[in-house]
């Protein structure tokens, strides 16, 4: 099944680092240095269409005309609070970029995301965005965030996940088209329960050694 809002990061790096966080005896520090690296990987290609400027810079040899970001500080929007675990990982990378944060929580009966908590950059407009979660289970979570970030009217939206399923994929394509969604792995489906098989379990819990 084609998925035209998903980029799936193939690299053998971010297969190799997966296949280690999939294993029930992953130490939870393991668990969180893995999730950083694949992270780091990730946001490489998420942000990989960023804009850029040109601007005048004095080499040790000479002067010449080289790229800069352009525009506002990025934005990194990790959904409480497993999303944490995956912001750290792109913080490597920009580690200019402002925060916001979202918590929300699964009611364990309707599946429904309930919001519990929203702070943000005041000003998102003109800005990229980069909503995270570590699973994209039945969309419902990101479905939410997603929508109260659009309220502030960012520049831009993208959604980085760890792992995905066909079930959440759909879900977001239905509220929100105009995202796009860069993860590691798209897996088989949903249980009963709503998490992902095979997946990994509880990547909050994996990660905060909750469980």
Known sequence: MAFPNCTVVDHPLVKHKLTLMRRA???????????QEI??????EAMRDLKLRDEEIQTPMAKTRA???????????PILRAGQGIVDG??????SARMGHIGLYRDPETLDAVEYYYKVPANLADRDVIVCDPMLATGNSAV?????????????LRFVCLLACPEG?????EHHPDVHVFTAAIDERLDEHGYILPGLGDAGDRL????
């Open 67 to 77: 790229p800069l970001l352009d525009g506002k500080k990025l934005v990194l929007v």
């Open 25 to 35: 005896d992953t130490s939870t520090a393991s668990f969180r240095a893995l999730l």
């Open 90 to 95: 792109m913080l490597q990378l920009v580690p």
């Open 144 to 156: 939410a965030a997603l929508q109260r970030v659009k309220r502030s009217r960012p520049g831009s």
């Open 39 to 44: 992270s780091l990987l990730l946001g490489y």
């Open 208 to 211: 905060f050694g909750t469980k």
């Open 169 to 173: 994929l759909t879900n977001l394509r």
